[in-house]
């Protein structure tokens, strides 16, 4: 549950989202990946132009189609507005209204309110409109169906907590058992591939990646993102690199690792959450198959105070946020709070 309270975490500075591709090798090597593998798993900073601005670059590149990638699961939509989100990626009239169902009524705070995610959506269905239909790519949102409205208290809300079982069930039911290809978008804590929960990653947590790998083997490939650069990579833009073979398969994570993870360890007999260091991390090749390097530089584009000028949608996150603190301890009215008066 540790890590999937951190993707709450996402907060920072508001900006402006320009629709512009990135440069780099990125794209070419996680295309390629689709010549061995069936599932391709990418790592999200939420909200982070930077990584939107790649995916976009990979998404609308046609050696991604031929290549047969005809499914992207996403952690930003709820599963329960499958139906509403296939109507729109094909091209049908969909009111917003009904649309924005898919990624407000998930199990998340705010974090998909972000212009990105809309763009995002909206960019898949630009690129259907290009192919035939048999090349279309269809968006399979991974988030468990919630159904808020019967959402009244903690036991309510964590009947729908298993975020990573519910995409890695998306994966298996309608790409894997169908012999399809699919990109697989996560934010990274959800495609770190566990391996000795009593030191790296906690007894009550897998991610969506080790689900996968565990069930799946080779045929799905997990990347974890750096803040840059990876050893032997130069240039501008995205670079990605697969591990096998590489100079850093049997290297310490250690440089790579999440800042600020904590673990539980033993300290004077009592089990106490403390900071990771870098002996409790294993060889990279271990937590990940391959790294892409996003750079350092963040720029994280949230939603204008214009989203929250909606009175029913503000009613219903002030009713969420009671809820949820019972779940996690946060203080969200805070969040909505900085939402609606915009955080510079």
């Not at 898919?102 to 763009?119: C, G, H, K, M, N």
């Not at 790998?213 to 799905?220: D, I, L, T």
């Not at 591990?243 to 539980?264: D, R, T, V």
């Not at 360890?265 to 198959?289: C, F, L, R, S, Y």
């Amino acid at each position: 549950m540790l890590l999937a309270v951190a993707a709450f975490l996402t907060h920072s500075a508001l900006g402006n989202f320009a629709e512009t591709p990135v440069a780099g090798d990125a794209p070419a090597t996680v295309i390629g990946l689709f010549k061995s593998c069936d599932v391709v798993c990418i790592p999200e900073r939420h909200g982070d132009k930077v990584v939107h601005d790649f995916l976009r670059d990979l998404v609308t590149d046609t050696a991604l189609i031929e290549a047969g990638v005809r499914d992207i699961v996403v952690e930003f939509g709820s599963a329960r507005y499958q139906r509403v989100m296939d109507r729109y990626i094909a091209g049908e009239t969909v009111r917003k209204s009904e649309l924005q169902k898919a990624w407000r009524d998930t199990t998340q705070f705010l974090v998909w309110d972000s212009p990105v995610y809309e763009s995002f959506f909206r960019m898949v269905r630009e690129v259907n409109s290009k192919l035939p239909a048999k090349k279309r790519l269809r968006v399979l949102l991974g988030d468990p169906p919630i159904e808020w409205e019967r959402v009244g208290k903690k036991e309510d809300y964590v009947k729908f907590a298993d975020r990573d079982l519910s995409m890695a069930s998306v994966v298996q039911r309608e790409v894997l058992t169908k012999k399809r290809k699919a990109l697989l978008i996560a934010g990274g804590m959800h495609l770190i591939r566990e391996r000795d929960p009593a030191e790296v990653i906690t007894d009550d947590y897998r991610s969506v990646g080790d689900l996968l790998r565990r069930r799946h083997g080779n045929r799905v490939f997990l990347f974890w993102y750096t803040t840059g650069p990876i050893p032997g990579q130069s240039g501008l833009g995205v670079h990605a690199l697969t591990l096998k073979g590489s100079a850093l398969e049997n290297s310490s994570f250690a440089p790579f690792a999440p800042k600020g993870f904590q673990i539980k360890k033993i300290v004077d007999g009592k089990t106490t959450w403390v900071p990771a260091e870098a002996k409790d991390w294993p060889n990279t090749a271990v937590m990940t198959d391959g790294l892409i390097d996003y750079g350092q530089a963040r720029k994280e584009i949230l939603a204008p105070p214009s989203v929250y000028e909606d009175a029913e949608y503000v009613k219903e996150l002030h009713r969420r946020a009671g809820i949820m603190k019972s779940v996690f301890g946060f203080d969200f009215e805070s969040w909505i709070k900085e939402a609606i008066n915009g955080k510079e």
